[in-house]
């Protein structure tokens, strides 16, 4: 369990992944659906609005967003060509209250 808790906050450790999740948490208020091809709480939000948002490079969010992947905290879904993600809240959930049971 230590070892999924360190993962999972090495991967909010860093201020863009965690600004990421927390835009993810809401996604209807920091993105545009109009250009949405996908349901933003069932499927997630496309790669390209998270890089557009963040201005930095592709692959950077792309590496960005398997971290939390990898962390559990995202999930990812393709849609035709695209990777869109959206927030895992039950892990998140877990998350939340590992941490306070062992802090």
């Not at 070892?3 to 993810?24: F, M």
């Amino acid at each position: 369990m230590h070892a999924d808790l360190a993962t999972a906050l090495r991967a909010i450790a860093n201020p863009t992944r965690l600004q990421l999740l927390t835009w993810l948490r809401d996604p209807e208020r920091h993105f545009p659906l109009d250009h949405a091809i996908a349901d933003p709480h069932g499927v997630g939000v496309c790669v390209s609005h998270l890089q557009a948002k963040t201005g930095l490079a592709q692959s950077t969010v792309s590496a960005y967003l398997a971290e939390l992947q990898r962390a559990g905290l995202v999930r990812a879904t393709r849609v035709g060509k695209w990777t869109h993600y959206r927030r895992d809240e039950d892990a998140i959930a877990r998350l939340l209250a590992v941490l306070g049971h062992t802090l």
